[in-house]
């Protein structure tokens, strides 16, 4: 989840002078410094990449744009022409400023530091180029997946190439782990999770892995619960981040004898802060912290989220058996 | 899930000559109407009440609206002063043409087809109570609940005390099984999910069997993922309600053995028809109908359903093993 945001005043400074989201995210200097605030500010053990998950569909050539208060609104990619349309060749022209900002955070991280890189997952960001804007319930993609599965797969097809791309280039910039956020991956019945999350993700991971074995990759597949553990056992993921609404025990038990585990504070407790927040922080770090662990939220963080709230927590972790 | 709706051309028909929502839900011969309408184009074994979740809150005095493609509206209860100014005690007045529906319905409908009642459980209804109109996150209430658990448990205690009573009425005025929506389970981390979902739902239950040991419960806790099985063994329910992105062979081994289990066909399924439609459905049949079950849709039934597709479910779900 991203560290950076709106519940930083250093942040909102640096926001406000850009002349938009996407503007930020493609100005190396500018997405490498609000990085790097968060680490500055609380000293965490590794940085996310500031970017986003739908600068791939822009460096498609899919129209992009982020209007306030609405969120980002795409022009909908729904049939063959227009996935044929994209132009899987030229996408690292227009990513190359990502590309920039990682080596610029790489370079200026303490050695102790990890530096995550990112990208959605190809259903998830097949939802937003399907629908053009973010819904509750993703209509448009999930009725042409089951309408049409082949016409659906070729532009799943083109983001599972494009996406391993993506993240290889990263990876040769300075980033030490990836991570593939699924966030949607919760609006899908059995049949089609492996067909449109865990396949392209095992593709993906094992694509990954032949030119970076060293590498981990880190997947998130958001609300899908019970499947989360088939999904950790046939992508080939290093480690799965799990959601605020999965149990803890659970994944003790079912995931983390195989993979690491990331999560899962509900970011509505770190915004509550007090009893509410380190009652569930040391209940996830009794369960999870004698097996392969990252600390996370179990969602992003949100703007009202006061930054000494925060502060406390990243001391709950670091002085945990201390 | 409600059976009835803007699928079907008889319930424009009604909804076109109602002054509005809340009317319809509160007219008995039209709601009795509108819940017998699809009994009596497709034959199910049972009838859903054509109501609203809704409706205590407004019996309780809360100021409700429905507004044309927005949704529900209502004055935010955010404190305990608001909670006190609710009317627990005059519910029944407002409530009665509910009743009187249900009354219908059950004279009306053939004997061997049973009519289900419902209501939302507590949490749920309180997430729109405090929240005020419908959200991705519902923000409110569960900051409301994670920062002040006294003041927050008030509002869940009298929900669990007037949700008791109003589907006690329910079942006195002829229904023959109850079912308890938990809409906005999935939100709640496991130890939230404990206090606001599964303790009312086990407090509701727990009275309904006191006075009707006979009447079936069933409890819906969407998007509870792995947590399902622990509110299926907790709650005292007869039956569990999955949603789609619950895996089937997983419902029964983990819930199948204790209660029945209902689902949980994508309704997105339902609109594709066809294969899509087809293939799904006799994977649930294959894998649930050797044990307790009730054939149902994952989530409610969309307006773009074509009724055509309903009665192509309806045909194979009679023919199964026929």
Redesign the interface.
């Known amino acids: 989840m991203r560290q950076a945001g709106r519940y930083l005043p250093e942040y909102r400074d640096i926001r406000g002078k850009a002349q938009g989201f996407l503007e930020l995210c493609y100005s190396p200097e500018a997405a490498a410094e609000v990085t790097l605030q968060p680490i500055r500010r609380f000293g965490m053990d590794a940085a996310i990449l500031f970017a986003d998950i739908l600068l791939l569909p822009d460096a498609l050539g899919q129209k992009l744009e982020y209007r306030e208060g609405e969120g980002p609104v795409l022009e909908p990619v729904r049939d063959e022409t227009a996935v044929a349309a994209l132009r899987p060749q030229v996408i690292h022209e227009r990513l190359a400023p990502v590309y920039e900002t990682v080596e610029r955070v790489a370079g200026a991280l303490p050695d102790d530091v990890a530096l995550i890189g990112f990208a959605g997952a190809p259903w998830t960001v097949a939802t937003y180029m399907v629908e053009g804007h973010a819904t509750?319930e993703f209509?448009e993609p999930?009725?042409w997946a089951?309408?049409d599965p082949g016409g659906f797969g070729r532009l799943i097809d083109l983001l599972t190439e494009t996406t391993t791309e993506y993240l290889s280039r990263q990876i040769e910039a300075g980033a030490h782990a990836v991570q593939l956020f699924d966030s949607w991956a919760?609006?899908?019945?059995?049949?089609?999770?492996a067909r449109w999350c865990i396949a392209p993700t095992r593709s993906i991971v094992g694509r990954l892995k032949r030119r970076f074995p060293e590498v981990p990759v880190i997947g998130f597949p958001r609300?899908?619960?019970?499947?989360t553990a088939e999904y950790a056992a046939a992508t080939g993921i290093d480690g799965v981040g799990i959601d605020?609404?999965?149990?803890?025990?659970?994944a003790t038990e079912e995931l983390q004898q195989s993979v690491a585990v990331q999560g899962?504070l509900?970011p509505?407790?770190l915004?509550?802060g007090g009893q509410?927040m380190e009652?569930?922080a040391r209940?996830i770090l009794e369960c999870l912290s004698y097996g392969p662990f990252v600390f996370n939220l179990?969602h992003g963080i949100?703007p009202?989220t006061p930054p000494e709230h925060v502060a406390a927590l990243s001391d709950l972790i670091r002085n945990w058996r201390a």
Request: proline share 3%; aromatic share 8%; net charge positive.
């Open positions: 509750k209509m999930r009725l089951l309408r919760g609006v899908l019945s059995d049949s089609q999770f609300g899908a619960g019970v499947k605020t609404s999965v149990p803890v025990w659970w899962n509900d509505l407790a915004v509550a509410a009652g569930q209940e179990g949100v009202q």
